[in-house]
C-alpha cells in the first residue's frame, strides 16, 4: 500500500484534487539500463543500493510482487542481462492497474525489446 505521506506527495507532484481516493497497483519498470552488458560486481552493486531495493534477486523465476524488489538477471559469466525493479504506481484518471499503465506506456514492448537482446539464449 501506498503511504499516506506518498499519496500526498504524488498529489503535489501530479496536480490532482487533494480529496483524490484512487487505487494503486504493482508493476515492474526497467533500471540501470547502462548497467546492461556489464559485470555482476562490486560497482554494479554500488548502483543497485542506490535504489534502496527491499531485496535484491539475481536470476529470479518469482512471479510474486514485493514492493521495491530488484530483479537481476545475469548470464553464466556473470554478465548482467537485464534489472528491473518491482514498484506501486497510483492509479490516476482512467488507468485501471499496471499492467493497463504499461501497456500505455508501451512498456512492455520496449521490455519485449531488452529481452530479446539481453535474454538467455
Same mark, same amino acid.
Given at each position: ?14 496536480? /490532482? ?5 484512487? #487505487? %494503486? ?5 526497467p533500471? &540501470?539500463?547502462?548497467?546492461y552488458? +556489464? ?6 552493486k554500488? /548502483?543497485?543500493l542506490?535504489?534502496?531495493? #527491499? %531485496?535484491i534477486?539475481?536470476n529470479?523465476?518469482? &512471479?510474486?510482487?514485493?514492493r521495491? +524488489? ?7 559469466q ?6 528491473e ?8 484518471g ?7 499503465l ?19 539464449k
Amino acid at each position: 500500500m501506498i503511504e499516506e505521506q506518498d499519496k500526498e506527495l504524488f498529489r503535489q507532484i501530479a496536480d /490532482f484534487p487533494s480529496d483524490y481516493k484512487g #487505487s %494503486s497497483s504493482s508493476s515492474t519498470i526497467p533500471v &540501470l539500463q547502462f548497467l546492461y552488458g +556489464r559485470p555482476f560486481d562490486d560497482y554494479a552493486k554500488c /548502483f543497485l543500493l542506490s535504489l534502496q531495493p #527491499s %531485496s535484491i534477486v539475481v536470476n529470479w523465476n518469482k &512471479l510474486d510482487a514485493r514492493r521495491w +524488489r530488484v530483479n537481476v538477471r545475469v548470464d553464466d559469466q556473470n554478465i548482467i542481462q537485464y534489472i528491473e525493479q518491482e514498484v506501486e504506481v497510483l492509479c490516476l484518471g482512467d488507468v485501471e492497474n499496471g499492467h493497463d499503465l504499461n501497456n500505455r506506456v508501451r512498456l512492455y514492448e520496449y521490455k519485449e525489446e531488452l529481452q530479446e537482446k539481453f535474454w538467455f539464449k
